[in-house]
Each structure stands twice: as C-alpha cells, then as structure tokens.
C-alpha cells in the first residue's frame, strides 16, 4: 500500500531530487530480469523502473521490456542487480507477476517515428482505495499542471496504469488514448494524429494537452476544463438544418437551440464557474397539427445523443398498484445508469412525452380514488429534479392544453423551456408547402400554373398538418381525373400525363378548412343578403367600425377595444357586427352566439366563452363578436333571471388586456341595452352604438330599390299604399323583417299586395320584431 504525503525517494549518485531520465545511452543495455518489488512506496509514485545501478550505466533513459512496455529508468542502489524494482500498478498493466523473467532492453523513442512527443493525453482516474474516497471535486486543469511537473519527460502508451498522489491521496491513473506529433515541424496541427494504438507511444513535454475523464466504477468527481468541449459533441457531425423538414418554426426552433442547447456546446468548465445547471426540460405546447410532435423528432436527430424514447402520455398508467411509478423510473433508468459511471462524460438522453397532459394534470384536481395521477406527477418530479440530479437528460413534453398541466413541473429546473408552436404565418406556410410539394416538382408531376405563394396567401390560418391534407386533396381531384367512367377501380390509359394544377388546389380549399381562425361560415350565414345602406345611418356605422378597427391595429396604447352594437329586434345589428369583422382581414375572427351553446349548462358556456378569449390571444390581432349577449347571459323578462357566472365571466374577459404584442377587438350585440346597464355590464364597452329600425318610406324605399325586389311602379305603389294605411311616413320596422315579407310576398300572386298587407300589419303591431 501506498502512503500518503511520500517523501522524495533517494536515487543513486544524484542529488535528493527527483530524477530526469537522461538521455538515452549508445551503450547495448539489457538482458534477462527478474520482476520484483519496488523497494518502497515512495519508488512507485515515481512511474519508473527502478534497476541496479551495476546492470545499466548512469545516463540510461528508457527501457523497453519484453519488446511491448516502455518505461522511464531510475537507477536506485537499493535494488538487487538482476532484478526490476517495479509497483504493482505496473506489473497489473503489464501482467507481470513476481519473480517472472523478463526480457530489457534499451529504447530509442526517435528511430521508429519522428512523432515521439505527446501532443495530447487522454487519462481516466480513480481513487487507488474506493473507501478512501473524499467528497472533494478535483479541479482538471490543476492535476494537469502538477502530472506534467512530475512526469515530465516520461514516455506515456494507451493502457498503461500508474498511481500518483495529489492532496494526500493516492489516485490511479489509466492512459485512455495518446495523440503523438513531431515538435521539429512549425505546423504540428496540420499532422495525421495517432490515437491510441497500443504500440504508440509518446514523450510527456510541458506544452502536452491533459484531459482527465471520471473511472465508470468510481465516485470521483473531476472539475471539467473551461477550455476544452464535452467529449460527446451535443449536434449530430453530418447535421444539416435543412434537412430537418420543419417548416413555418424557424423563429421557434432558434429560441429552443440558445434556450436548451446552447449551454451544452461550451466546455463543460466554463459552464461550471458560470454556475448553472443544463435545461432539461421543454415544453412544446399550442394548437393541434402545428408541429409539436414533429419538431420533438427533429431535435432527437439533430442530437449526437441516444435513440429518444418516446412515450405517450397515457401508456405510463397501470392499473396495479405502484406500476405507473415504476413505469416513469424505467424511463430514466438508463441515464441514471450511464451518468453514475461517466458523470459529465455521460450522453444525453431524450425523453419525448407526447399528450403530456394526460398524466400531469394538476394534483388534486382528479376525483379518482386511487391518486395514480398525483403519485406520477410526484415520482416525474423526483426523477427531473430531486435529490439525485442527472445533467444528461431532456425531456420535451407536448401538450394541446398547458393549462391543465401542474405548476411544479412547469418551474425552472423542469420543463422551463415554454415554447408555443402556433399557427405558421405566410413565410410559414410557403415553406411548409415547399416542403409537401417537394417531390411533386422535382418528379415534374405539378402543373406550372401552381403557385406557391398564391396558396401561402390563400391558406390563412392553417395549420402544418391542414396544409399537408390540402397538398393530399389537390392530388385526390387530380387523381378522380384519371379514373375511368363508369368505375370506381379502372384507371385511364392517360395516367403518365397527370399532374395536379393550380384548380385542383383550388377545389381543395373548398374542402379542406382550417380548424382554427376566422369563423367565415358562420359570419357569411349573418350576412346572406349583404349590407343594404337605406339610411345614412348605416354609413355612419361600417365608418365607426372601420376607424375601431384602425385604432386597434395601429396604437400601441389601446390594445383593447370593446364595441357594442344595441338596437331593436331585426334591426341588423348582427349582419353590421359582421361585415365590420370580416373587412379587418384580420388572422383570428370568432362569433361567439348562443346558436352554438344551445343545451350548454353554465360550467360548459364559461368554458367554451373563455377558450375563446384564450384562443385569441395567441393571434396577433383578433376579432371577436359576441352576438345576441342577453341571450348568452339567460337573461329573461320574468323573473327576472340571468347566469351569474357567465356574467362574471364576460365582465372580466371584455376588460382583460391581450398578451403583449397581440391585439384585439370586441364587437357586442344587444337588444337590452337597459338590462345590460342594470347589470353593470354596460360599462365594461369602451363605445356604444346603436342601430335603428326602418323609420319612414324613404329609407324603405331606398332598401327595396338596392333588393331590386320590385319594379319601379310596383315600388311607388306600395310606398303609396302604405302612407295611405299608416297615415303618415312613419313605420319603424327592423330591416331583417322587411327582407322576410319580401320574400315571403314573392311566393304570392299578388306580389306588391301581399308586401303592403304584411307591412301594414308590422307597423300597427309596433314593430316589436
């Protein structure tokens, strides 16, 4: 055994200095040998051979044993002649035993090759003793500067084992692999290293770059350099980002590589003085079908790491007891495994879990019995960041609903990385279509009048993957081309020349609709019959409108801007809300009604109001119509009686500010504008508009005459028939009412009597509807 804190060792005829193998000798040196002990302790931590002064001449360098193992001599009086005074590290690495006959001879490291110095030196340590093991964390560079001042000059070969003590404690030090160069050439990086041959073998000089590695069977824990990258490179070496295949996310895909893989490029030394820990984890979270899940792909093929295991959320539950658990520490067992026994030298490993949210919910939010939910949760959280940290994991997480995933696992040191894959804008959009389309144009099967900016424009507020089905129902109706008439499996003898043109994109954007964005359906249902201007007032509205739109499109202080339309039944406050919206262009248009709330209990109308807003906020610029609000509210005349908590919701969300950045605009309807008062939320409007009926026979007038419904003199007919029953100009009848008697009198045979009859009635009845 080794002791600790050894004093130099005498040598013969030198100084109490530690020796410099001289220069080796002319004179043949060599012959039969004995292997024995080194006479002491203090002999091993030198790493030379110690021989007889009587059997080598004094300025012996190295020595060569059995033609494979070269070493630096020490001439020390001690040793009995014939003999070899060596440690047993030494005869481990050379499987010597005692007593063995060996064969020496002299060594010349120039005559084999001109590369006999050490250009650089890869070493693994451990501790000589496990259990004299310290908590202490060796800086690298430091061991560097103290191995070249005491091994300087020594010859160094891949496998060789020696012992050296640093601080007091004995460390054993394996050579990994060697890279030699020849000093005599100005250029020596220009060199074809040699690596770790085992007959390679190099001089140890002052200028030689150490590197230290942790022992996989030991606990020692080795300062990394600051100078030096990791030993695995995090990017792949043949990566290429343009064969990622990702599209639209460029913005995204940058902001994740300086968030998550920056940190893990710089040498792991310089990470350490910054003092901070690797991102281990990222959340990827928005709309179905934006490349959540194809991203998390791509990044586990950019990695130089090992195969990403990808998991889906609700694969981790089990139905027995504690499995689920069991399940989540299987996933890291192997990093574990690899980062104990290489700690920062470890590969990375990718967890990928996809429908994060299925086993992350918040604790406590489910009523199940068993709390296999919580259990997991807690167990993920251990494993990310407890006790026992791993800094050789990434987990990527995807989820459609961030909301519902628990906070703790969202903090720094767990998935930190937020990163909201939305919808791709223009740019977006023209490369996820380049991408789709590739092969189609390089195998000339896309007709020439297809433009793909055209379709980047005419796809607003499609997803990747909604445009991946535009791209498969363009080629549908190519293909329904070429089938034979009258069968559904013959195909046309023609079908070499098909390609898919510009009209049968066309055709697919009629089928194929985004999920997501402007509700175009619903708001064209409001305004079938157009905007009808009888009055001045309409005029005056669609400007008001336009001039809110404006306003919020363009100041930076009025993000928010809330509108409410309030008038009479029919008045046409809907189709105005409408076209107001629809001339915005903006990316996000929604029409919240009670049409599609009907059979909603008041939880269901609070969720579905509130995805709404949430949706909106992650457009840039919104629209949202809140139509028929009274009817939103339950509110009723008897009672009377209204939802509370839709109350309260729509208070808030008409208030709520817009992320940063994004904007949005808030068109109301009512009929009860009192009602609205009464409950306060009158206020909450930051303008207020109102809508009026047809109030005389010239505005009537100029309405029939835009519907072009009845010829001139049938027009002056009626408007005479009706002054005569009203007697007067005055009738005060919703528009939407007017275009129902018109068309209801078309059915007749007496078009304009029928007309007369039925507005007669509406503007004694008051016009109440």
């Known amino acids: 055994m080794f002791r600790n804190n050894p004093s130099p060792p005498r040598f013969a005829r030198t100084s109490e200095k530690r020796p410099v193998p001289p220069a080796p000798s002319n004179r043949q040196v060599g012959g039969a040998f004995k292997v024995a002990k080194a006479p002491s302790a203090e002999f091993a931590l030198t790493n ?29 009086n001690t040793v009995i002649p014939g003999t070899l005074g060596t440690s047993g590290v030494q005869r481990e690495w050379a499987r010597w035993s005692l007593n063995q006959m060996v064969t020496v001879a ?19 340590l451990e501790f000589l003793q496990p259990n004299k093991g310290t908590t202490e964390i060796y800086d690298g560079e430091k061991i560097s500067a103290f191995f070249k001042k005491m091994y300087k000059n020594q010859i160094f070969a891949p496998g060789q084992k020696m012992v050296m003590d640093f601080r007091s404690i004995n460390l054993k030090a394996t050579i990994r692999s060697v890279q030699c160069v020849d000093l005599n050439l100005l250029e020596p990086q220009n060199q074809a290293p040699v690596q770790s041959d085992p007959f390679v073998r190099g001089i140890l000089t002052p200028e030689t770059d150490i590197t230290f590695y942790k022992s996989a069977t030991s606990d020692i824990r080795i300062k990394p350099s600051s100078k030096k990258p990791a030993a695995n490179a995090i990017i792949a070496p043949n990566f290429k980002f343009e064969d990622m295949g990702i599209g639209g996310l460029d913005t995204e895909f940058s902001a994740i590589f300086r968030r998550a893989f920056a940190s893990r490029i710089f040498p792991p030394g310089l990470v350490d003085k910054l003092g901070i820990q690797h991102v281990k984890g990222i959340l990827l979270f928005g709309p179905p079908g934006t490349g959540k899940t194809l991203m998390a792909r791509q990044i586990g093929k950019m990695l130089n790491a090992r195969e990403p295991k990808v998991v889906n959320g609700p694969e981790i539950l089990n139905k027995f007891v504690g499995q689920s658990e069991e399940n989540v520490r299987k996933l890291f067992a192997d990093a574990e495994k690899e980062y104990k026994e290489k700690g920062e030298e470890s590969g990375l490993h990718i967890i990928i879990f996809d429908e994060l949210d299925a086993i992350c919910k918040q604790r406590g939010s489910t009523n199940s019995g068993t709390g296999v939910g919580d259990s997991v949760v807690n167990q993920l959280l251990a494993k990310m960041d407890g006790v026992d940290q791993l800094n050789n994991i990434l987990l990527i997480g995807m989820t459609n609903r961030k909301d519902l995933i628990d906070e703790a696992l969202l903090r720094p040191g767990r998935l930190e990385v937020h990163m909201e894959i939305s919808l791709p ?51 549908s109706f190519a293909f329904n081309r070429h089938v034979k008439v009258g069968t559904l499996a013959g195909v046309s003898d023609d079908i070499e020349n098909m390609k898919v043109s510009r009209e ?30 009888f009055s001045p007032h309409i ?45 915005s262009e903006f990316p996000f248009i929604k029409l919240l009604s009670p049409d599609s709330m009907v059979g909603f209990n008041e939880a269901s109308k609070v969720a579905y109001i509130s995805k709404v807003f949430m949706d909106s906020y992650k457009s840039p610029m919104s629209v949202i119509v809140v139509d028929n609000i009274e009817r939103l509210l339950d509110w009723v005349p008897i009672g009377p009686r209204f939802s509370n908590s839709v109350l309260q919701t729509l208070m808030v969300l008409l208030r709520k500010q817009p992320p940063k950045g994004n904007r949005l605009l808030i068109i109301a309807t009512t009929t009860e504008r009192s009602v609205l008062a009464q409950m306060d939320l009158l206020l909450s409007f930051d303008y207020k508009i109102g809508v009026p009926n047809i109030m005389n026979t010239q505005e009537l007038s100029n309405l029939l005459k835009g519907l072009q419904a009845f010829s001139d003199t049938d027009r002056h007919h009626i408007l005479g028939e009706l002054e005569s029953v009203t007697l007067g100009d005055r009738i005060n009848v919703g528009v939407k009412r007017v275009l129902n008697f018109v068309e209801a009198a078309r059915q007749d045979t007496d078009i304009p009597g029928r007309f007369v009859e039925m507005m007669a009635d509406a503007v004694a009845e008051g016009s109440v509807n």
């Not at 002299?106 to 693994?124: C, K, N, T, V």
């Not at 740019?427 to 297809?450: A, C, P, S, W, Y």
């Not at 005419?458 to 080629?475: C, D, H, P, Y």
């Open 539 to 583: 005029d005056h509205i669609l400007k008001e409108g336009h001039l809110f739109m404006e306003q919020v499109r363009t100041s930076a202080k009025t993000p928010l801007v809330s509108v409410l339309l309030h008038g009479p039944p029919c008045a046409g406050k809907t189709a105005l809300a409408a076209t107001i919206a629809m001339s």
């Open 504 to 533: 049968d994109f066309m055709n697919a954007l009629q089928e194929v609709r985004p999920a997501f964005g402007v509700s175009e359906e619903e708001l064209e249902m409001c305004i079938q019959s157009g905007i009808l201007k």
């Open 48 to 76: 030379c051979i110690l021989v007889a002064p009587q059997d080598f001449p004094q300025n012996t360098g190295y020595i060569i044993v059995d033609d494979a193992f070269v070493f630096s001599a020490a001439l020390v």
């Open 425 to 475: 804008d223009e740019f977006g959009r023209r490369q996820i279509l380049k991408i789709h389309t590739l092969k189609m144009r390089d195998n000339g099967i896309m007709e020439n009048d297809v433009n793909l900016e055209e379709l980047a424009s005419l796809t607003k507020n499609f997803s990747g993957a909604e445009i991946g089905g535009l791209v498969k129902s363009a080629t």
């Open 106 to 124: 002299g060594y010349d490291p120039f005559r084999s090759s001109p590369q006999a110095y050490l250009g650089s030196l890869d070493i693994e």
